[in-house]
């Protein structure tokens, strides 16, 4: 099993403030991230760059 990233693991991993991911989930753009239970949680795979940018459909 893989293990989840958190939102700070995200912006370490993509060089950002972990406020920018917030705002990347609030306007529905950057990595998906799913609730589990009242945190949220990203897949490695989904956080990668390339794929920060692009809008949920």
Do not use: I, N
């Not at 370490?12 to 917030?22: A, E, N, R, W």
């Not at 990668?48 to 949920?56: A, F």
């Amino acid at each position: 099993m893989q293990k989840l990233w958190g939102p700070s693991d995200v912006a370490d991993y993509l060089g950002v403030p972990v406020g920018t991911v917030y705002q990347w989930r609030t306007r529905g753009t950057g990595p998906t991230g799913k609730r589990v239970g009242k945190h949220v949680r990203y897949r490695p795979k989904t956080s990668k760059p390339g794929t920060t940018h692009s809008p949920r459909g």
